[in-house]
């Protein structure tokens, strides 16, 4: 039967509150732990206050079946800054059995989906704090919840957008905090691991293999990737020399190589349009899962096998979805959202590259698609909320934030732009954008000073209507076209809710 149509990884839904897994002993203290958050005005529970996280050590020993907890054993170093007495971590899908903070045990507790540290004595604003915890990580579906782990035909990978890292590792689940990460996966002999970055060489001892990968840029906890499989690792260079890993199921690797070999030639086609590729390595994670969606985790994308041996998916479609995740390295990973209302940035701008690939690649015509947008853009308001100001998650339903309107009605707002300032004063802002906030954070507002700038003239009216609008404000040089209701499209939506 005919695929559902579906636009993002959103899988994103807080039903109700979800009781932690983590156990551990009760501490006694003048109030009672609580879970705390960064305030996040979709996600208010993600994040803690009071450090900044600088590293993540991240171990996983996988005993060979994906119905099987793993063991792990999660390093966090980071710098506190204001004086703690008690450390919050967001965790809430395994079984904590120590905690140690600087080398001393420290007492733990759960509080929501908080995991709450209480070390031996205070910790001072401007100091440094170094915390492992030994826990395990299981690959189980949390109640009610999507994301984590994710179950493939031989083994595991991470899927971990918005708010799911957490059920895989103590953290600081938010992309404000970004980090350098080190992966070590010890798996029996005849899987392989990768991990987001470059590889260290593997060290066998006895009937396992550990696999260690290094980040070269900070990451999100979001972008985190771990593959685990009966894979084949397929390399090639890119432009400039970059490394090109791809990870394949090794009984497939002849069929997917014609797809694998067009990665090169789309990186520099975006390096022709943004700049120079971000990070140290990039490939593709092909998927033996039916997850609904395709992610852009960091230097490693995951996509479903199937979008690739499916007849039903044209050639050109799914091009254009390779880009879109490619492009997400520039836009999302290497510049990541400040809060998650900042994601039309993400969505927008990976939809735009996808739409401008698929028009001057494969004659699918951007303007074509810009004015079907158009069409859907004040429905798509009126469900999701406009493009900079998503309504939040519905308890029960799984489209989490990711819907039209960040995706293709963001994707608008870039074209609308575009329509304003004209195509060379956007194309300068595209490549500012990219380069002016590499490896950090940013905001729409960051966005909307950038492009007038950029443009040499105040924006603010203009991007007031186009984000934030109950309604669609006319097109620049369109006059002519009406936002009407929507017809329903048959098309495969990537990166979407199941």
Not at 213 to 225: F, G
Not at 352 to 363: I, P, Q, S, T, V
Not at 392 to 400: L, N, S, T
Request: aromatic content about 10%; overall charge neutral; hydrophobic content about 40%.
């Amino acid at each position: 039967m005919p695929r559902t149509p579906r636009h993002r990884l959103a899988r994103r839904l807080r039903a109700t509150a979800v009781a932690s897994a983590v156990t551990g002993c009760l501490i006694a203290a003048s109030a009672p732990p609580a879970p705390l958050g960064l305030g996040d005005r979709l996600y208010p529970y993600l994040g803690n206050p009071g450090y900044d996280v600088s590293s993540y050590d991240l171990s996983f020993a996988y005993p060979g079946d994906n119905s099987k907890p793993l063991q792990a054993v999660t390093v966090i170093d980071a710098r506190v800054t204001k004086t703690l007495d008690r450390v919050n971590l967001d965790f809430a899908h395994g079984t904590v059995g120590s905690v140690q903070v600087d080398g001393l045990p420290a007492a733990f507790t759960a509080a929501g989906e908080d995991l709450v540290v209480t070390p031996s004595v205070p910790l001072p604003a401007g100091s440094r704090m170094r915390i492992t915890v030994r826990h395990t990580s299981d690959p189980a579906p949390a109640p009610g919840r999507d994301g984590g782990w994710v179950r493939t035909a031989d083994g595991l990978a991470l899927a971990n957008q918005a708010d799911a890292a957490h059920l895989v590792f103590p953290c600081n689940d938010h992309p404000s905090d970004k980090a350098m990460f080190t992966f070590r996966i010890n798996a029996p002999k005849g899987y392989t691991a990768v991990a987001n970055g470059l590889p260290a060489a593997p060290v066998r001892s006895g009937g396992s293999v550990t696999w260690t990968y290094r980040t070269r840029h900070p990451m999100a906890t979001e972008l985190a990737q771990v593959s685990i499989g009966r894979s084949a690792v397929l390399h090639r260079t890119g432009p400039h020399g970059l490394p090109v890993r791809d990870v394949v199921p090794a009984g497939d690797r002849a069929a997917l190589a014609p797809w694998l070999a067009k990665t090169p030639g789309q990186i520099a086609w975006m390096e022709s349009k943004v700049g120079p590729y971000p990070f140290e390595t990039y490939g593709v994670l092909m998927a033996s899962a039916a997850t609904g969606f395709e992610l852009e985790t960091q230097t490693l994308s995951l996509f479903e096998k199937d979008l690739f041996t499916d007849p039903e998916w044209p050639r050109w479609y799914v091009e254009s979805v390779m880009v879109h995740e490619l492009s997400h390295q520039w836009f999302g990973d290497s510049v990541s959202p400040r809060t998650w209302s900042d994601v039309w940035l993400n969505e927008g701008h990976a939809t735009w590259y996808e739409a401008l690939y698929a028009d001057e690649k494969e004659h699918q015509p951007l303007e074509t698609r810009m004015r079907a947008a158009y069409v859907d853009s004040d429905r798509w308001r009126a469900v999701g909320g406009p493009p900079a100001l998503p309504k939040p998650p519905v308890a029960g339903q799984k489209i989490g934030i990711f819907r039209p309107n960040v995706y293709d009605g963001a994707a608008l707002v870039l074209y609308a732009l575009r329509q304003k300032i004209g195509k060379a004063a956007f194309e300068r802002l595209e490549r500012a954008w990219v380069r002016d906030h590499r490896d950090s954070t940013a905001t729409t507002a960051d966005f909307e000073t950038l492009a007038s700038t950029v443009a040499g003239r105040d924006l603010g009216g203009f991007f007031k209507g186009w984000l934030y609008g109950a309604k669609t404000p006319p097109m620049p040089g369109h006059p002519d076209w009406k936002s009407v209701p929507p017809k329903k499209t048959a098309q495969r939506s990537h990166e979407t809710p199941m």
